[in-house]
Nanobody, 115 residues
Framework: QVQLVESGGGLVQPGESLRLSCGASGRMFSTSPVGWYRQAPGKEREFVARLTTTGTEYYADSVKGRFTISRDNAGKSLYLQMNSLKPEDTAVYYC?????????WGKGTLVTVSS
């Protein structure tokens, strides 16, 4: 069974950085499309970033230039480096991967950006 576990969330001030991690139960991150979504309080879940199997990165306009998605060579960890954080980045962040056409999700990690 595929299990994804996010970590690294927390409370930071505007302008600071955080690095989110997503651990997988197997080495699927190297062979599957992967990415991050987020859901702010009272809002729908929205796309943040994704990484194709060939290494192409895509970002939401709202995070482009500030966030970077990456994965480790072993294919077991996915990362989201978040710089210059803004209060509007406050949300629960979820990682996902796609295996055989099925999306698998973690349970999320909360990021709060506040002074």
């Amino acid at each position: 069974q595929v299990q994804l576990v996010e970590s690294g969330g927390g409370l930071v001030q505007p302008g600071e950085s955080l690095r989110l991690s997503c651990g997988a139960s197997g080495r699927m991150f190297s062979t599957s499309p992967v990415g991050w979504y987020r859901q702010a309080p009272g809002k729908e879940r929205e796309f943040v970033a994704r990484l194709t199997t060939t290494g192409t990165e895509y970002y939401a306009d709202s995070v482009k230039g500030r966030f970077t998605i990456s994965r480790d060579n072993a294919g077991k960890s996915l990362y989201l480096q978040m710089n210059s954080l803004k209060p509007e980045d406050t949300a629960v962040y979820y990682c996902y991967c796609v295996l055989s056409g099925v999306n698998y999700w973690g349970k999320g990690t909360l990021v709060t950006v506040s002074s």
